[in-house]
């Protein structure tokens, strides 16, 4: 796996000349493998200094400079580059979209973008009831205050906006923050393409260089009938243009055709996928090359389904870390999106400064759209995917994958029958793993002070006949625990029981049991669900350990139960923390900081108890 030093400084010299005017000092600091930075001092000049983004490219030395500058200065410059031989720099804009009601709220959300990290921003005109052109003016000047680019946008209510224009209003508005000095205007390819908007707007354009057009459609129902003729069909109308191309993902594996024609479209193109499914397309632009993605400000001002906090982008996702070698790893569930294994392997990648990324990836469905996800991630190797998480409901769907494949399956997940973890390696082989065995057992007998073999004729109550009890029941029978498998559906407990050589009976039974352990391996009491409680309390004692295998929240309904009756508690956490360690051993081949991987999950856990 590639490993590399994100923090990497590369500075040098840059000398700029001009025709007529004064020598320019450049001073270059690569801040990361994505991104140049370029300040620049004026001597013996008027003119104003700018805030540059440098574009390099190993082919063509003449780079591209974005950002704000004097438009007579930008037309003269000349770059003589030195010490950046080897580096392909692209810059992918994170962009805060902004909307407001009035110009004090978006005044001070343009301060909030940038203070937040955001690297460009949008400004949103189509929610203002009152909007003038003279308005848009105003407010795109108040929001290059910020010295970030800018882009205006007055969008169409059928394609995601609050109301749509007529023509010649909107044809103003935009044509004025274009006179106001947006780098930007984002257009509708369908209203771009008319006559009156076509003639005006490209007389605007041509007048002033320095703006750039976003050519843009929004589908927000379904795929594009045919996503690549469109793309097509922008740039026969405006080469020149940044092409833009959103719909929504029903289900994940609806992003793989707008992740390929980003792939196969590189600069100057913007895809994704509106909707929790297409999360994955808004992290990943970076990696593909793609001009922006777009964030909110928090959860609560997204101006479209499925924006991430730029807090979000920044921390969790390491956005200024990602990079085209930045290799991609994530959990496959459903629901995912109150896993904490984001945080936990990010950090674990932060503190050993590791090149990849780590994302949820909700696979709704059965085995049929499990495989195609899987095999659309692996079948494209520019994804550098290097391994999955699995949790419910497809951990038997993982093993059921990799047998099919003919691939590696290690011993323990066959005889568990279920897989938490694939790897993913060389020629995109995978292979199986299951680390919640040791996860759990390691849990259990680290937090009652016992070895293993100590386990040995304990009675254990196992409630649940899913892929966690699968495990913990393997780990239990070959220690020698006496084992009853509890669960509402009987047959499942008998299925589950026999093939383990253990008991079985309904949940209702084991108010007449006298278990030592009782383990909770269903999802009942997980996060958003918490009131949920998978065990009665009348059948807790004090005598008794509880162990809930839910994590989230740090302590479930359960927990708080065998607390009341005091008995021994523990947390899912501990197991979470546990296998989390042992798949970052499988996907990268060393052992984690557990520092860093405890602190995550405790802090994450208590910060969500009331």
Excluded at 208 to 234: Q, V, W
Excluded at 373 to 378: E, L, Q, R, Y
Excluded at 525 to 553: H, I, S, W
């Amino acid at each position: 796996m590639p490993v590399a030093d994100p923090h990497r400084q590369i500075s040098g010299i840059v000398n700029v000349f001009a025709e007529a005017i004064d020598i320019y000092i450049i001073i270059a600091q690569a801040v990361h493998f994505g991104k140049l930075h370029l300040e620049t001092s004026l001597l013996n000049s008027n003119y104003k200094s700018g805030h540059y983004t440098l574009s390099l490219s190993k082919i063509n030395s003449q780079p591209l400079i974005r950002g704000e500058s004097d438009p007579k200065t930008k037309a003269f410059l000349s770059l003589i580059i030195t010490d950046f031989e080897g580096i392909d720099c692209i810059m992918t804009y994170l962009t805060v979209s902004i909307a407001g009601i009035d110009a004090d709220q978006f005044a001070e959300r343009f301060k909030q973008a940038k203070a937040q990290g955001a690297e460009a921003i949008e400004v949103r005109l189509d929610g203002l009831a009152d909007l003038t052109p003279d308005l848009a003016g105003q407010l795109i000047t108040q929001a290059r205050k910020s010295k970030l680019p800018v882009i205006a946008t007055c969008r169409e209510k059928d394609e995601g906006g609050a109301r749509s224009f007529p023509i010649a209003e909107k044809t103003a508005i935009l044509a004025e923050c274009i006179k106001a000095g947006a780098e930007f205007i984002d257009c509708e390819l369908k209203v771009f393409a008319k006559k009156d908007a076509f003639g005006p707007l490209k007389e605007a354009l041509k007048a002033h260089p320095d703006c750039r057009l976003i050519l843009s459609a929004h589908r927000m129902k379904g795929r594009f009938e045919d996503i690549n003729i469109l793309y097509e069909t922008m740039l026969s109308l405006w080469p020149m243009a940044i092409c833009k191309l959103v719909y929504p993902a029903r289900h994940i594996n609806d992003c793989f055709e707008g992740l390929d024609l980003l792939h196969r479209a590189g600069k100057d193109m913007i895809v994704f996928c509106m909707g929790q499914a297409g999360l994955m397309t808004r992290v990943l632009a970076k990696k593909l090359g793609a001009f922006l993605t777009f964030a909110s400000l928090d959860e609560n001002s997204a101006t479209a389904a499925g924006q991430i906090p730029v807090g979000q982008m920044k921390q969790l996702y390491r956005w200024d870390r990602l990079d085209n070698e930045t290799e991609v790893f994530g959990l496959i569930g459903n629901p995912v999106s109150h896993s904490l294994s984001p945080a936990l392997f990010n950090a674990a990648f932060e503190a050993e400064a590791i090149n990849a990324v780590y994302l949820p990836f909700r696979v709704e469905g059965d085995q049929e759209q499990f495989s195609a996800f899987v095999d659309a991630m692996v079948e494209r190797p520019w994804l550098s995917v290097g391994g999955f998480s699995v949790t419910i409901p497809h951990k038997t769907h993982a093993l059921d994958y990799v047998n099919r494949k003919g691939e590696f399956v290690d011993t323990l997940a066959t005889s568990i029958g279920a897989a938490n973890t694939l790897k993913v390696g060389f020629n995109g082989i995978v292979c199986g793993y299951n680390t919640d065995y040791a996860g759990a057992m390691d849990a259990l007998t680290a937090s009652i002070g016992v070895d293993p073999h100590a386990l040995h004729q304990m009675e254990v109550a196992v409630v649940g006949a899913g892929g966690v009890a699968r495990a913990v029941v393997a780990g239990l029978v070959d220690v020698g625990a006496y084992v009853t498998v509890y669960n509402r559906t009987a047959k499942k407990a008998e299925s589950l029981a026999e093939e383990f050589r253990c008991k079985a009976a309904g949940l209702d039974a084991l108010e007449r049991a006298n278990p030592a352990v009782i383990i909770n391996c269903t999802s009942l009491g997980m996060y958003p669900d918490v009131e949920q409680c998978a065990v009665e309390k009348g059948v807790l004692r004090p005598d008794m350990t509880v162990f809930d295998t839910v994590y989230n929240p740090l302590r479930t309904r359960l927990l708080e139960a065998a607390e009341e009756v005091g008995a021994k508690t523990i947390s899912g956490a501990e197991m979470f923390i546990r296998q989390a360690i042992a798949q970052y051993h499988v996907f990268i081949g060393a052992e984690p900081d557990e520092k860093v991987i405890r602190s995550v999950v405790i802090d994450a856990l208590k910060s969500k108890t009331p």
